[in-house]
Nanobody
Framework: VQLQASGGGLVQPGGSLRLSCAAS????????MGWFRQAPGKEREFVAA????????RYADSVKGRFAISRDNAKNTVELQMGSLKPEDTADYYC???????????????????WGQGTQVTVSS
């Protein structure tokens, strides 16, 4: 299984970025996909998740209204559209895949089976 995250970079406060995660080696449509992030010196935290069918989505309160997660089961990709970015959004962003993630566990790292490498997002002027 491979999860390849991309799209990170340097952006000014208030700007936008779109992260993408391409999955291979798994039956993508059966997996819940999540995005997590880890800022320097901090624990990894949940950002957003979308269940296999796309009909259940969860966001961290800190990104609600600014970020949007979506998936394309035909292309085996999940995206995170990030807007109104703030310096506190600076972090390494990771995508993750979990096959049996119940709704109450969407925000839990332990619920996910596979992780990609991080893509760095820096929000700074």
């Amino acid at each position: 299984v491979q999860l390849q995250a991309s799209g990170g970079g340097l952006v000014q406060p208030g700007g936008s970025l779109r992260l993408s995660c391409a999955a291979s080696g798994l039956t993508f449509r059966r997996y819940t996909m999540g995005w997590f992030r880890q800022a320097p010196g901090k624990e990894r935290e949940f950002v957003a998740a979308i269940k296999w069918s796309g009909d259940s989505i969860r966001y961290a309160d800190s990104v609600k209204g600014r970020f949007a997660i979506s998936r394309d089961n035909a292309k085996n990709t999940v995206e995170l559209q990030m807007g109104s970015l703030k310096p506190e959004d600076t972090a390494d962003y990771y995508c993750a895949a979990g096959q049996r993630v119940i709704t109450s566990a969407l925000t839990s790292e332990q619920a996910y089976d596979y992780w990609g490498q991080g893509t760095q997002v820096t929000v700074s002027s």
